[in-house]
């Protein structure tokens, strides 16, 4: 099934969920964080969809389309045709991922939800954080995911994101590094997009790794 959900992640960017979801063990689940109109949930439900996983889709979804600069919207991915300007964004997410039985949205911004909302017991597989962009924003979503913590992670739970090196949004990747060097962990690149995972690494390697940069 193609993803014809309009969004800002590129192709390359949603392969690379795919890649990540299709490795998942069975009945895992990913915690996104910003969903927007669907485009990567809707990747994340296809690709966990054999191993009968799911996806949590945490986003206050305020306002429409119209909130947002014309040049945004026109750089948007995705079959745009289908874009109404003056539908909420959260009617829209409903409806494009009307499909997808493993997708479940809960409607509050990351900082007012907690992983004991959820219909799930199990840690998440994945957290995804691609909401609140500003610079305590994400260094909110980035803390609450760490093991124990209030998106409910474990030792195991990879977290990833999205606009690592972003040109417009330039804080983004010394937040991340940041956050990484701090934790012990190392920041995964994926080539030709946006999008970085933390991976568990020692200090010094990381270290290392931030003076070449
Ligand atoms: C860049 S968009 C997400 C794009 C989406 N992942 C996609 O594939 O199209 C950012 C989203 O974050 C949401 N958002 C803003 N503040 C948030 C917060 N505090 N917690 C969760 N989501 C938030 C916005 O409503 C918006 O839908």
Known sequence: MKNNIPGWMSEAELEVLNRIGLT????STVLEIGSFLGRSAFTWSLSLFDQIGS???V??????IADFPEGAVAAMDGDTEFLDHTLSLYKHFLINTRELDNVFAIRLPGQEFHWIMTPTIAPPAVIFIDGDHSPNGLLFDLEASLPNQQYGAHDMTLICGHDYGHPDIPHIKPIVD?????????????????LFALRWGNRYENFIEHLSQ
């Open 24 to 27: 998942l063990p069975v009945g």
């Open 55 to 57: 996806v949590i889709c």
């Open 59 to 64: 986003d206050p979804w305020e306002g429409t």
């Open 178 to 194: 940041g956050f990484a060097i701090r934790n012990g962990f190392r920041v995964q690149h994926f080539e030709d997009t946006r």
